[in-house]
């Protein structure tokens, strides 16, 4: 039986708290208001490698065909009521025929669209893992990750990567963070922070541990496709196995350079119709919030089927040349170490602590660059990691000049003397 309710005399903020599950952390955000609040007025003009947007103002003009299929949805008399709350069949469509491979086919059953591909890894977590349930996620690894978990009241477990191997998965670890509560492993590739990509060897490799310990993936690839070098190619988890049930969330933010539409996605790779019932729930969840905006899936069968491979082409040679650039400008400056990217939009680099007398960890070498340069990156512990930070290569080259100048002087001004 419940009480029925006292009077309460007052309004006030202790009487009337938010729900604890809404007292999320995103790191990113976090350290913005923080550690990293940019000062109101600095000294010189803040040159930010900080968040990824490949937009016009770093040089990155959308194809034509894109703000044309917008404006053709908005001519459209039709299109300003809801859609079915999976998503509109034809938009549904143009991903399957975008994305299906004949050996590894789905349907328009196994898409239900989302907003972006943030609310896809939200649908499918909320899906798979129950209150108390185990994720297994990568460390460096995406942080939204962590407010998802708060939200939904799930445990965060992390396998590491290893930075000398290209940023791939140590199975070990991975095998060792298993438990019996855990309901999904998150993987992310290509890989925001690492700006890597697995090779086939590798996913294959994922795939045989997650088969052995019978927990299924969900495969963040949101940088589908995005590869720059020519030692990197990408292909689906979902196109690499029969057995292990995958869902891929994908999302036209950062591939089409649209991260404001706000249009994601979830594909199940239904194997062996072990996700018979988890399918039908995300059909269910998706009725909470209902569908994306129609405007956005109406233009979606156009941005997918017109913008051809040379738009998408001059965009990988662009990360291709200002990850080269940031690679050697930020190469032989004492004290920081940049790994060699051939993916996504990023790079991460080592930083040295031993070589530096008053710089603790990243957290403090990102503040102080900060304050003292008007430089801005976020240190790897936005990424649940230590000592690295993350730089967003979508820029332009008179940036990552002016990163390198800054980060030189900032770096002496902090050596250790060597007496
Ligand atoms: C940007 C990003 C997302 C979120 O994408 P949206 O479509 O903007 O929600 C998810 N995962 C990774 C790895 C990302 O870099």
């Known amino acids: 039986m419940v009480e029925p309710r006292t009077p309460i005399k ?6 009337h708290e938010p729900s604890k599950r809404t007292d999320v952390h995103n790191l990113i955000r976090g350290m913005l208001e923080k550690e990293l609040k940019i000062p109101a007025e600095p000294h010189k003009p803040i040159i930010s490698l900080g968040l990824g947007e490949p937009t016009k103002a770093n040089g990155y003009e959308l194809p034509a065909v894109i703000n044309e299929a917008i404006i053709e949805q908005i001519q459209k008399e039709t299109v300003n009521g809801y859609t079915a709350s999976s998503g509109m069949i034809e938009a549904r469509k143009a991903i399957v025929e975008k994305f299906s491979h004949p050996d590894y086919p789905f349907t328009i059953n196994d898409v239900v669209l989302a907003f972006g591909c943030s609310g896809a890894l939200y649908n499918a ?10 994720l297994l996620v990568p460390r460096p690894g995406f942080p939204l990750a962590l407010p998802i978990a708060e939200n939904l009241g799930i445990n965060l477990k992390y396998y590491d990567l290893l930075p000398e191997q290209n940023w791939e998965i140590d199975l070990d670890s991975l095998r060792a963070q298993a438990d019996d509560r855990t309901k999904a492993i998150l993987v992310n590739n290509p890989s925001n922070p690492c700006g890597s990509c697995f090779s086939k060897k590798h996913q294959l490799e994922i795939i045989a541990v997650a088969d052995e310990l019978k927990i299924p993936l969900i495969a963040d690839e949101v940088y589908h496709g995005l590869v720059y070098e020519d030692d990197a190619e990408f292909t689906s988890f979902g ?20 991260p404001g539409w706000r249009l994601g996605w979830t594909i199940v790779y239904n194997n062996q119709g072990y996700f018979d019932k988890v399918n039908e729930n ?32 001059t965009m990988k040679d662009k990360l291709r040349e200002s990850s080269r650039y940031a ?19 990023y790079m991460m680099v080592r930083i040295d602590t031993k070589e530096f007398k008053d710089i603790e960890d990243d957290v403090q070498f990102c503040q102080k660059l900060l304050n003292e340069q008007c430089c801005l990156v976020f ?26 100048a800054r980060t030189t002087e900032f770096c002496a001004a902090h050596y250790k003397s060597d007496q």
């Open 327 to 345: 690679f050697e400008k930020l190469s032989g400056i004492r004290g920081i170490t940049p790994l060699r990217a051939n993916a996504a939009m």
């Open 125 to 134: 977590i909320s899906v798979l893992c129950e209150t108390g349930d185990t």
């Open 379 to 404: 240190p790897s512990t936005c990424f649940f990691a230590k000592n690295f930070f993350r730089v967003v290569i979508c820029t332009s080259k008179a940036n990552i000049d002016e990163f390198a």
């Open 10 to 15: 007052t309004w006030s903020s202790t009487k």
């Open 282 to 313: 995300l059909h269910k969840h998706a009725m909470i919030q209902l569908h994306p905006t129609s405007l956005v899936q109406g233009a979606l069968p156009r941005i997918l089927k017109e913008v051809t491979p040379a738009d998408m082409q």
């Open 239 to 258: 196109n690499l196995t029969k057995d292990v049930p995958v869902i891929c969330t994908g999302a036209i933010s950062k591939i089409y350079a649209l």
